[in-house]
């Protein structure tokens, strides 16, 4: 069987019950980096096999895992940090059991996605999820425009390097549309930082930004309410 397996974005307290029960008990667990995992997991005193699992092995070890998966094996996948499958390994293997027949489960729990999109306070009853902002300009702005043209909340990942291009980006596309910069979230220095493009631009060239990064932008409809 296999388990998705959700890990803490920041704070290990976030880990459930049943995740540590269900990493206890499997066979092996695959993860994005062996060594960022193995630290995890010892400090909750688990002791398991760990196959790497990342974006540049994923069709590789798909293969390799499924098997083990028909002969009868449990195996977890857990990312670096919150659920696997959104953005990180796991979607693949999945599809795998489906179309295998191997039987598999989704554990809930942390999620950088649903957090920062509540912590926003934007309208969180329907929304778009992008992923990574693309690293080139040109898909950079194209995803922009779309969250301009959008009504409903639009929810991207991005690199503490690159968000000063994409406020600059924004704040040409986006005029007075609110954003909201969600950083280091259940961490000690977490952050909602709220705004126009425009300021938060002015502040985070003054202030660089460390650690992991969530881009929140408002919808058409709501833009007015929620600024």
Known sequence: MLFLVPTPIGNLSDITHRALDVLRSVDAIACEDTRHSGNLLRHFDIHKPLVSYHEHNEARRTSELIEQLVAGKKIAVISDAGLPGISDPGHRLLRACQQRGVPYTVLPGPSAVLTALIGSGFDADRFYYGGFLPVKSG??????????ERNVTSVFFESPHRLIKTLSAAATLLAERPICVARELTKTFEEYRRGVAVDLLS?????????????????????KSSG
């Not at 502040?203 to 709501?222: L, Q, R």
Request: aromatic share 4%.
């Open 139 to 148: 898909g950079r702005e194209r995803e922009i425009r779309g969250a301009a």
């Open 203 to 223: 502040h985070y060239t003054s202030h660089p930004p460390k650690g992991e990064i969530v881009v929140v932008i408002a919808g058409s409809d709501s833009a």
